[in-house]
Nanobody, 123 residues
Framework: QVQLVESGGGLVQAGGSLRLSCAASGRTFSNYAMGWLRQAPGKEREFVSAITWSGINTYYADSVKGRFTISRDNAKNTVYLQMNRLKSEDTAVYYC????????????????WGQGTQVTVSS
């Protein structure tokens, strides 16, 4: 089992920045690809970003490319999502996810999930 706990969400004005963190515990963190998905009110959960276990390869949804950066610190069992130039359409609950590979994260069927953290961007 892998337990994931997100933090760092909040209320921010459009154009501002937030950094989300996801702390993992349980099985060896460095064995897992990690990622972020989000769900806005009335919408389906959508992929945001993913990173391989090594941190070498990263993936982004087109809607966040160039504004969001995913990273991980395997020594701290933590993955981050730096979100810059936030827009009102980024408002959502952001979920951390973990799986053996990134493909299951990208397609929204990851094995492990956090409880989510709310990000609200005011315009």
């Amino acid at each position: 089992q892998v337990q994931l706990v997100e933090s760092g969400g909040g209320l921010v004005q459009a154009g501002g920045s937030l950094r989300l963190s996801c702390a993992a515990s349980g099985r060896t963190f460095s064995n897992y690809a990690m990622g972020w998905l989000r769900q806005a009110p009335g919408k389906e959960r959508e992929f945001v970003s993913a990173i391989t276990w090594s941190g070498i390869n990263t993936y982004y949804a087109d809607s966040v490319k160039g504004r969001f950066t995913i990273s991980r610190d395997n020594a701290k069992n933590t993955v981050y999502l730096q979100m810059n130039r936030l827009k009102s359409e980024d408002t959502a609950v952001y979920y951390c996810a973990a799986d053996e590979g990134t493909s299951r994260i990208v397609t929204g069927i990851a094995k492990y999930w956090g409880q989510g953290t709310q990000v609200t961007v005011s315009s």
